[in-house]
């Protein structure tokens, strides 16, 4: 049995197209049966000597008969081949295909009854088809056994497990054969690396472990549901009576029930290939192969013919262009073409053999740029037609043969009509040295192919990995600990929090401490410092974010891979600022923040690396559309001028401000502005409050800032709305984004009430959010999206925004539906059911942050600031449980205005344009 493993065969020898055009017709015309058709069998098509009928069960018959040789040639094709399966069931196809030689309960053993008739006989499995042939001595008895046969094997053959446990060291040893050819092993990972989810990826061979352990149950299961009457294409062609034939057919094949079943539907595209990809197999051998492939469109279209003769021109010999340049002068043994795959899109390859201890790399560029000439230089008139007449002739010989027509046919079986083979032969004939060219120019390129090498290696450098024991094993000695992790049941109610909390001034710091048994004794750090003031900080945006990054890089005592490792001693996991320990190593904790605080050195060395990332990631972002949209967001609704510290930059001026940065300006910032002169520090968990005291006191007391502290006081101002458009050429997803300024603070009455309501729209709801309901769960747009309200805490500057993602063909239909669903919030408004929802998710939610002890740290952070305690945050609860649904509609309707909203979009236009041209 044969398994043709990438839907082509590697010989390594000149490959012309596996069907070439084709001159005279030497076929027997075809008997008209319509009177004599047996009962349910229907006459459907005839062409060029072959005519075809269909039985009641979906069975397809072509007669082709042919009287001028005493042989006949019967042809079972399934449509069934690798690209078929599933997971774990690699090989199943071409396995199948050979338990299918295993009998019938009423043909026990079928390969002695093809002896006894003499008669050959083969199987081939590709990706895309499964053929079963014989080929015998014209007699009524033949045919009408081999027909008997083939009817009782589609649906009765034994598929046994004791044929499977022998079958399968056979189609093993089949595997481990190819796996001794350089380039059958390539050819598969070429096809592995090619494609990403294609099954065009996987060789028909299948994977060693898949052969092994594949069930007998899912063999049967994949038999019982391809190997049916309406799944295959039977040929009969040769010296045989066509009305017997069909009698024969009908009485065998007819009996078959039509199958209820329906066939599964694949959907798998690969998508478009957006770089090179190179790879190299390192094995024994003596010989050096370079493959190179392209993705090409699959057989059904034009452009596959022109391709093919792409291939001819450049490899065939003696006249291929690539054979005359590389081999003739001895710069390579060998140049060969093929293309793998029909009925999906597949791969054009070019490939050569080099000899041993020669370069491969030299032979894959003048492999390359033989293809790169060619696209300056169009086949000659002397090229297409010396091709066409090769072709001719060899499809004159294969259709006045019809002992070589079963394995051909199926091909075309299988791209869906027998009678392509004729239309394929008259189109590929009209190929002119244009469409060559152009097919050559537009498949042929650099992000399309895949470049493989296979070099010899006597001692290659392989890790093999062994199959992990099972957990069983893995725990059968366990022995588990005592428990000691434990912690109180803490009530996070903000009256408890406020309760238990102790609050003082340590210096400059206030500072807020709630000690609690913890489990693990951990503790959670909170720390805020303040420094400079509107004009002192004035330009120096960028040198105070340099600064911060650079912190943790070199101590005046470590190194940053020592204070990597003094921060894992001390179980420090977080930054400086907030960071979780243990009781036990809190003072230790505390004492190293403060001195690299305190002492940091900034390498020159780290800030030289710290730079060229930060203008590696500037620049990455220069047509990322979420980057895109908030640059021109931010630029819209900047209101400060150029060089004030909370201004927004553009891009070319975030990157000129990053170049300009010097070490000398980030060791004079810290000099000059850091120090515990104002902050806050809060330590929520298990620790000693008052040794803890005493390591504040004592790492920060007396640590000032030369620059004084003093608020920066935003600024509110009206911008008038806008909506611009972006292109971000070459990308897949695109990203909507709007916004209005609000004057809003936090202890504004009508907060509680716009709270709620951007809960429910799409600010906290999640899935079950207004903006979600409609984009993702209705209209299947987008992935996520939804609508942020901000609000001051001292000054009256806040916002209402909307964002999104959808891809750019998608993003009108988005932009449409969020101004709908913003529309019917204000007309028809929000319902007491929504309310009550969430209310109920809302105040959760805030519960559950009040039960995380980092984000109670930094709670009291907020709260010290502000000079509140957590009763503002009971207050608000109180609020939200108290609103009306009157109460959120009536503040959503004076707040939000869709005329007030700027919007933003950026996206591959050309994308979007596409989608709308459809």
């Known amino acids: 049995?044969?398994?043709?493993?990438?839907?082509?065969?590697?010989?390594?020898?000149?490959?012309?197209?596996?069907?070439?055009?084709?001159?005279?017709?030497?076929?027997?015309?075809?008997?008209?049966?319509?009177?004599?058709?047996?009962?349910?069998?229907?006459?459907?098509?005839?062409?060029?000597?072959?005519?075809?009928?269909?039985?009641?069960?979906?069975?397809?018959?072509?007669?082709?008969?042919?009287?001028?040789?005493?042989?006949?040639?019967v042809n079972v094709t399934y449509l069934v081949g690798s690209r078929h399966e599933n997971y774990g069931e690699t090989g199943m196809a071409h396995l199948l295909e050979h338990l299918m030689f295993k009998g019938t309960p009423t043909n026990p053993k079928i390969t002695e009854d093809f002896n006894k008739r003499g008669m050959r006989i083969n199987g081939t499995t590709s990706l895309d088809r499964t053929n079963y042939f014989e080929l015998f001595q014209a007699?009524?008895?033949?045919?009408?056994?081999?027909?008997?046969?083939?009817?009782?094997?589609?649906?009765?053959?034994?598929?046994?497990?004791?044929?499977?446990?022998?079958?399968?060291?056979?189609?093993?040893?089949?595997?481990?054969?190819?796996?001794?050819?350089?380039?059958?092993v390539l050819m598969k990972r070429l096809q592995s690396v090619a494609f990403d989810w294609h099954n065009y990826g996987n060789s028909t061979i299948g994977n060693r472990s898949d052969i092994e352990n594949v069930?007998?149950?899912?063999?049967?299961?994949?038999?019982?549901?391809?190997?049916?009457?309406?799944?295959?294409?039977?040929?009969?062609?040769?010296?045989?009576?066509?009305?017997?034939?069909?009698?024969?057919?009908?009485?065998?094949?007819?009996?078959?029930?039509?199958?209820?079943?329906?066939?599964?539907?694949?959907?798998?595209?690969?998508?478009?290939?957006?770089?090179?990809?190179?790879?190299?197999?390192?094995?024994?051998?003596?010989?050096?192969?370079?493959?190179?492939?392209?993705?090409?469109?699959?057989?059904?279209?034009?452009?596959?013919?022109?391709?093919?003769?792409?291939?001819?021109?450049?490899?065939?010999?003696?006249?291929?262009?690539?054979?005359?340049q590389l081999v003739e002068t001895g710069k390579l043994v060998q140049v060969f073409s093929s293309s793998m795959g029909q009925v999906e899109p597949g791969l054009s390859i070019i490939g050569a053999v080099v000899k041993k201890g020669e370069s491969v790399d030299a032979a894959r560029d003048a492999l390359l740029a033989g293809i790169e000439d060619f696209k300056k230089n169009p086949p000659t008139k002397e090229e297409l037609e010396r091709l066409k007449r090769d072709n001719a002739n060899y499809y004159e010989k294969l259709l006045n043969n019809h002992e070589s027509i079963g394995v051909s046919m199926s091909e075309?079986?299988?791209?869906?009509?027998?009678?392509?083979?004729?239309?394929?032969?008259?189109?590929?004939?009209?190929?002119?040295?244009?469409?060559?060219?152009?097919?050559?120019?537009?498949?042929?390129?650099?992000d399309n192919r895949t470049v493989g090498t296979f070099i010899p290696e006597d001692n290659p450098q392989r890790a093999d990995v062994p199959a992990a024991p099972t957990i069983a094993e893995v725990m059968k000695d366990f022995k588990p600990k005592a428990a000691t992790l434990t912690g109180e049941v803490f009530d996070p109610s903000p009256a408890n929090?406020?309760?238990?909390?102790?609050?003082?001034?340590?210096?400059?710091?206030?500072?807020?401490?709630?000690?609690?048994?913890?489990?693990?004794?951990?503790?959670?750090?909170?720390?805020?410092?303040?420094?400079?003031?509107?004009?002192?900080?004035?330009?120096?945006?960028?040198?105070?974010?340099?600064?911060?990054?650079?912190?943790?890089?070199?101590?005046?005592?470590?190194?940053r891979a020592q204070l990597a490792d003094e921060m894992s001693?001390?179980?420090?996991?977080?930054?400086?600022?907030?960071?979780?320990?243990?009781?036990?190593?809190?003072?230790?904790?505390?004492?190293?923040?403060?001195?690299?605080?305190?002492?940091?050195?900034f390498p020159e060395s780290e800030f030289k690396q710290l730079k060229e990332r930060a203008l590696v990631n500037t620049e990455a972002s220069r047509n990322e559309p979420s980057a895109v949209a908030s640059r021109a967001m931010a630029q819209h609704f900047n209101t400060y001028p150029k060089g004030d510290v909370r201004a927004s930059m553009t891009l070319d001026e975030t990157l000129e401000s990053i170049r300009n940065a010097k070490l000398e300006d980030v060791k004079a910032f810290h000099k000059d502005f850091y120090g515990a002169s104002k902050g806050e520090l809060s330590i929520i968990g298990d620790f000693d409050v008052d040794s803890t005291k005493q390591t504040v006191a004592k790492v920060f007391d007396g640590w000032t800032s030369k620059s004084p502290y003093s608020r920066l006081v935003s600024k509110r101002e009206d911008i008038p709305a806008v909506r611009k458009t972006f292109n971000t050429p070459d990308k897949e997803n695109?990203?909507?984004?709007?916004?209005?300024?609000?004057?809003?603070?936090?202890?504004?009455?009508?907060?509680?009430?716009?709270?709620?309501?951007?809960?429910?729209?799409?600010?906290?709801?999640?899935?079950?959010?207004?903006?979600?309901?409609?984009?993702?769960?209705?209209?299947?747009?987008?992935?996520?999206?939804?609508?942020?309200?901000?609000?001051?805490?001292?000054?009256?500057?806040?916002?209402?925004?909307?964002?999104?993602?959808?891809?750019?063909?998608?993003?009108?239909?988005?932009?449409?539906?969020?101004?709908?669903?913003?529309?019917?919030?204000?007309?028809?408004?929000?319902?007491?059911?929504?309310?009550?929802?969430?209310?109920?998710?809302?105040?959760?939610?805030?519960?559950?942050?009040?039960?995380?002890?980092?984000?109670?740290?930094?709670?009291?952070?907020?709260?010290?600031?502000?000079?509140?305690?957590?009763?503002?945050?009971?207050?608000?609860?109180?609020?939200?449980?108290?609103?009306?649904?009157?109460?959120?509609?009536?503040?959503?309707?004076?707040?939000?205005?869709?005329?007030?909203?700027?919007?933003?979009?950026?996206?591959?236009?050309?994308?979007?344009?596409?989608?709308?041209?459809?």
């Open 569 to 601: 001693k001390l179980k420090m996991s977080g930054g400086l600022y907030s960071f979780q320990t243990t009781k036990a190593n809190l003072p230790a904790a505390l004492e190293l923040v403060a001195h690299v605080l305190k002492e940091a050195n």
């Open 139 to 184: 007699s009524d008895e033949n045919l009408k056994w081999a027909l008997e046969m083939e009817a009782d094997r589609m649906v009765n053959s034994n598929i046994a497990r004791k044929d499977l446990d022998t079958e399968m060291t056979v189609v093993r040893n089949e595997y481990e054969r190819g796996e001794n050819s350089p380039g059958a």
């Open 734 to 918: 695109g990203v909507y984004s709007s916004r209005m300024n609000l004057s809003l603070r936090e202890d504004d009455a009508d907060f509680p009430a716009l709270r709620v309501a951007n809960y429910i729209f799409g600010g906290g709801a999640g899935m079950n959010s207004r903006v979600m309901e409609r984009i993702r769960q209705k209209d299947g747009l987008s992935y996520g999206g939804g609508s942020n309200l901000t609000a001051g805490e001292i000054d009256p500057v806040g916002s209402f925004s909307i964002s999104a993602t959808a891809a750019p063909q998608n993003l009108e239909k988005l932009e449409i539906a969020v101004r709908e669903e913003l529309a019917r919030a204000l007309k028809e408004g929000f319902t007491a059911d929504e309310l009550a929802k969430a209310k109920s998710g809302l105040l959760q939610q805030r519960v559950q942050g009040r039960s995380n002890d980092g984000a109670v740290a930094s709670g009291w952070n907020g709260n010290l600031y502000l000079k509140r305690t957590w009763a503002w945050s009971q207050a608000m609860d109180d609020k939200i449980q108290a609103l009306t649904v009157e109460q959120v509609n009536d503040a959503f309707r004076r707040y939000i205005d869709p005329a007030k909203m700027s919007v933003f979009i950026a996206a591959d236009e050309a994308k979007a344009k596409a989608a709308v041209a459809k």
């Open 215 to 324: 069930k007998i149950e899912n063999l049967q299961g994949f038999y019982r549901n391809y190997y049916q009457p309406d799944n295959a294409v039977l040929l009969v062609a040769g010296k045989f009576e066509a009305e017997k034939a069909l009698q024969w057919i009908s009485a065998s094949f007819g009996k078959i029930a039509k199958p209820t079943r329906s066939l599964p539907q694949f959907w798998t595209t690969e998508p478009t290939q957006d770089g090179e990809r190179s790879f190299v197999v390192r094995r024994k051998g003596d010989v050096q192969m370079v493959m190179i492939a392209y993705k090409v469109p699959a057989g059904l279209h034009h452009d596959r013919d022109a391709l093919n003769y792409a291939g001819s021109i450049l490899a065939s010999a003696p006249h291929g262009r690539l054979h005359k």
């Open 412 to 446: 075309y079986i299988a791209m869906g009509d027998w009678r392509y083979l004729f239309k394929d032969r008259d189109d590929a004939d009209k190929v002119s040295a244009e469409e060559v060219t152009a097919a050559v120019k537009k498949y042929l390129v650099r």
């Open 1 to 73: 049995m044969q398994q043709l493993r990438s839907g082509m065969q590697l010989t390594l020898k000149p490959v012309l197209r596996a069907l070439v055009l084709g001159g005279a017709i030497l076929f027997t015309a075809p008997v008209t049966l319509a009177d004599t058709l047996p009962k349910g069998v229907s006459q459907v098509t005839s062409v060029e000597g072959i005519t075809e009928y269909r039985l009641p069960n979906g069975l397809r018959v072509l007669l082709m008969p042919d009287a001028s040789k005493p042989t006949v040639t």
């Open 497 to 559: 929090i406020d309760k238990r909390t102790q609050v003082s001034n340590i210096g400059n710091l206030q500072v807020a401490l709630l000690p609690k048994k913890t489990r693990g004794e951990t503790v959670n750090v909170s720390l805020n410092l303040h420094w400079g003031d509107e004009k002192t900080l004035f330009g120096k945006s960028t040198v105070m974010g340099f600064t911060g990054g650079l912190l943790s890089t070199g101590t005046s005592k470590y190194s």
